[in-house]
């Protein structure tokens, strides 16, 4: 099978338009992804499915991942000439940028007719808040339905373009998504015998607020802390 | 007359016995269990079927794809808060005498998945369980095992007085409210007529 980077080539000279970037990846695997930009991936994939040397006819998964905004410090060194005449010294500038987080989708490729893969493609959204819009696959690749529903549910990433983006493991009701890394359990667990101390920790301040809410408000229905009435 | 008098006229082919105990003897060796299981403690649920292991001994063959023909509800396996209506709503079908047999360690309190966002921390919360049988997952005997305490409870049961079970009192209602899908949990999330907390440590 061609390389990523072969792959990446002949995308670019049939899309000219499109961003296709080769992630690598250090690991062992070595399992180096194309990153497709969002607005010509529908087409790529739709590519990458009928071109005759690929075929990659068959998506086996997809994957959300969450990279949450990080801080990443740039060392340069230069080397500066003593004007003494001394030995050059050499000097370290650390510069600090924030890279801005976003959402990754992440689909396997196999091929069933040409029996090779994988091919990884990443989608990217442009950040984790508001423009977390990507393009659904479902129509290219039949397989992804249910597992763009589960990015959706855990990650909150909407594809367009699905034709039935619902929440899959999650009910219509529940509030947020569970897999981003910033998500914060809701503060409701009742006391329970637990081996975990800093659960019980945490279910005793839990009640201890709940009380105290309770106190000062005697006629509020719920406290603040509690948004379900579970613990009592 | 004593037990061992109505041993010894057994012995010669005379049997004696009471109307309670000929009931109880019927129902409680042909227990039909609701086909219906959840997660991994499901495929132990299903060995116990198998030739291996046979629950057709104890007349528990007949797993009923419809709750309206069922008695027994093993809840075998992981109850997640999803689901957990579900399976309140297959109970409330199922036709008096029924009763609830909790498989597994995730049944009985959430088991692995005890502080999860998603699971439900033990069916008991909202259904009346009789037997508890513990385990990650319990092994078809110990499922066998549940069901031979269950039948011993079903053969205790009496039929007439204050002590009546269930099934007989026109004064018990045992549907139970279905929970709504909230924010976060359940709502309610537990039934308080059946299930309350422990009381947090006071040290
Ligand atoms: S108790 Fe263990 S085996 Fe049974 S459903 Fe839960 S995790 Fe699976």
Not at chain 2, 154 to 171: Q, S
Request: one cysteine or more; a negative charge; proline letters at 9%.
């Amino acid at each position: 099978m061609e390389t990523v980077e072969q792959i990446r080539d002949r995308l670019l000279a049939r899309f000219p338009a499109a961003a296709v970037a080769v992630v690598t990846n250090p690991g062992a695997a070595a399992e180096h992804a194309l990153l497709l930009d969002a607005t010509h991936a529908r087409e790529i994939a739709e590519f990458l499915r009928d071109d005759p040397v690929l075929r990659l006819d068959y998506c086996s998964n997809v994957t959300g991942i969450d990279w949450p905004e990080k801080e990443i410090t740039d060392t340069v060194k230069t080397t500066v000439a003593d004007p003494a005449g001394g030995p050059a010294k050499v000097v370290e500038t650390k510069t600090v940028r924030v890279e801005p987080g976003y959402f990754e989708a992440v689909y396997f490729l196999y091929s069933m007719a040409k029996k090779h893969g994988p091919v990884i493609v990443r989608l990217r959204t442009a950040n984790r808040t508001d423009a977390v819009t990507l393009p659904s696959l479902t129509p290219v690749w039949r397989s992804c339905d249910f597992q763009e529903r589960e990015i959706f549910d855990l990650f909150g990433i909407v594809f367009t373009g699905h034709p039935d983006l619902r929440r899959l493991l999650l009910w219509d009701e529940f509030v947020d998504h569970p897999m981003r890394k910033d998500y914060v359990e809701p503060d409701d667990y009742e006391w329970e015998p637990t081996a975990h101390g800093d659960v019980l920790a945490r279910a005793q301040a839990h009640q201890a607020a709940v009380a105290a809410a309770a106190a000062a408000a005697p006629s509020a229905a719920m406290p603040v802390v509690n948004p379900t009435p579970s613990a009592s | 007359m004593t037990d061992a008098e109505r041993e010894e006229l057994r012995r010669h082919g005379i049997l004696l016995t009471s109307l309670e105990e000929l009931y109880n003897w019927g129902r409680s060796n042909s227990i039909w269990p609701i086909q219906f299981g959840l997660a991994c403690c499901a495929i132990e649920m299903i060995a116990a079927a198998t030739a291996r292991f046979d629950i057709a001994r104890f007349g528990a063959e007949i797993f009923r794809p419809s709750p309206r023909q069922a008695d027994l509800m093993i809840v075998s396996g992981t109850v997640t808060k999803k689901m957990a209506p579900l399976v309140v709503r297959l109970w409330n079908q199922m036709p008096e005498p029924k009763y609830c047999i909790a498989m597994g360690a995730c049944a009985i309190s959430g088991g692995p998945f005890k502080q999860g966002y998603s699971v439900l921390k033990g069916i008991d919360r909202f259904l009346p369980v009789d037997i508890y049988i513990p385990g990650c997952p319990p092994r078809p005997e110990a499922l066998l095992n549940g069901l031979i305490k269950l039948q011993e409870k079903i053969k205790g049961e009496k039929l007439t007085g204050p002590n009546a079970a269930r099934h007989v009192r026109a004064d018990v209602n045992n549907e139970h409210p279905i929970p709504e899908y909230g924010a976060h949990d359940l709502v309610p999330s537990k039934n308080t007529a059946l299930w309350s907390p422990p009381a947090p440590p006071t040290a």
